[in-house]
């Protein structure tokens, strides 16, 4: 008896978008969602501590239907649900693909974390790392895991690097150096020639994703950091290997 039914289709690319707090990574994916709509069918997963908030914003966009933006409310450090435990994560994006199979890309937003924030390989298939100049020209310089070793890095914003005294060129040269010649991207969402350099490795990295080509990889441990509690007290914090633990801070001697 003929088969009536048309193969399965690869899963979508999951694609992880990862960097500090207003760094522009929901700004990111509503201008990859405005370009590449027409051409590939997305779905979007937001993570925030309490609240929806960079769901609501994409929805008010009017970027995608609404239904294919769906919120996680992590509870927690945004780093954890990326890559200590991402079972929320895995679950959110399991059932948007189902509920909208087949789709060809689902863009996973961390919350906004600090440098060292990373997402499992268990989760994303490939992730891009969001600077922005306002945060100031060395950071490309101060590396992490994010920064070095990312599928992609974004330096976000330049439009604004004349009002904020940073050199876009040098930014990005730093940059790579700190990725050892891996790509590095300036953007900003008002220069349609850098959308469109975004888009294109966007596309690249959706087709080897479908042929097979690519293999996801781990960047690496987080590096101890420290978090402020909501009493005011700061606890230092590290992952080592699959470890997550708090101990209390030190005071510098």
Not at 17 to 45: F, Q
Not at 143 to 150: D, H
Not at 210 to 224: I, K, L
Request: net charge negative; proline share 6%.
């Amino acid at each position: 008896m003929p088969d009536n039914h048309e193969p399965a289709k690869t899963r979508s690319l999951r694609l992880g978008i990862a960097g500090p707090v207003g760094t522009g990574k929901s700004s990111v994916i509503a201008t990859l969602c405005r370009n590449l709509a027409g051409e590939l069918n997305i779905g979007v997963i937001t993570n925030d501590i309490y609240t929806d908030e960079d769901a609501r914003f994409l929805r008010s966009a009017g970027v995608l239907p609404s239904e294919r933006i769906r919120a996680v409310e992590t509870g927690a450090c945004p780093h954890t649900a990326i890559r200590d435990d991402v079972t929320m994560n895995l679950i959110a994006v399991e059932d948007l693909e189902q509920d909208f199979a087949p789709l060809d890309i689902v863009f996973v937003e961390s919350g906004g974390d600090n440098l060292t924030a990373t997402f499992s390989p268990a989760l994303v298939d490939a992730q891009i790392f969001v600077l922005d100049v306002a945060g100031g020209g060395d950071v490309a310089r101060k590396g992490g895991p994010g920064i070095a070793r990312a599928d992609l890095l974004v330096v976000n914003k330049i439009d604004l690097a004349e009002y904020v005294d940073v050199d876009v060129e040098q930014m990005v040269k730093d940059a790579t150096a700190a990725r050892e010649g891996a790509p590095v991207l300036a953007l900003s969402r008002k220069q349609e020639d850098t959308v469109q350099k975004l888009c294109a490795w966007v596309r690249w990295m959706h087709a080897r994703h479908v042929n097979g080509e690519h293999t996801p990889t781990d960047p690496g441990p987080m590096a101890p950091h420290f978090h402020a509690d909501e009493d005011g007290k700061s606890h230092f914090h590290s992952h080592d290997g699959d470890s997550h633990t708090h101990e209390p801070a030190r005071e510098p001697s």
